[in-house]
């Protein structure tokens, strides 16, 4: 399983980013579950994710500012970022479950996006 997270970037308080998570392997249904962040010194948390439901849920801190879409032809799940804050600042990775003949094949990071919020 190959997760390709990209669209991080140093930007100002105010800014906008969209994060993309693109999931690629043979033979395998990707299911791209949502994103997730770590800043310095402190644990990772979740950002967004997909329910099982087909429902999103967000963390309290970026709840009317961000939003996870997904594409399902391209296999790619987006995460766009408005009103960017200081506190944003983190490494941002994507998560995914895959499945092999209907089996499930385990869990899966993506290597991660660095998004700096600074003026």
């Known amino acids: 399983v190959q997760l390709q997270a990209s669209g991080g970037g140093l930007v100002q308080p105010g800014g906008s980013l969209r994060l993309s998570c693109a999931a690629s392997g043979n033979n395998l249904r990707i299911n791209i579950k949502g994103w997730y962040r770590q800043a310095p010194g402190k644990q990772r948390e979740l950002v967004a994710l997909?329910?099982?439901?087909?429902?999103?849920t967000y963390a309290d801190s970026v709840k009317g500012r961000f939003i996870i879409v997904g594409d399902n032809a391209k296999n790619t799940v987006y995460l766009q970022m408005n009103s960017l804050e200081p506190e944003d600042t983190a490494v941002y990775y994507c998560?995914?479950?895959?499945?092999?003949?209907?089996?499930?094949?385990?869990?899966?990071w993506g290597q991660g996006t660095l998004v700096t919020v600074s003026s």
């Open positions: 997909f329910t099982s439901g087909g429902t999103t």
């Open positions: 998560s995914a479950e895959a499945f092999m003949n209907g089996r499930y094949h385990g869990d899966f």
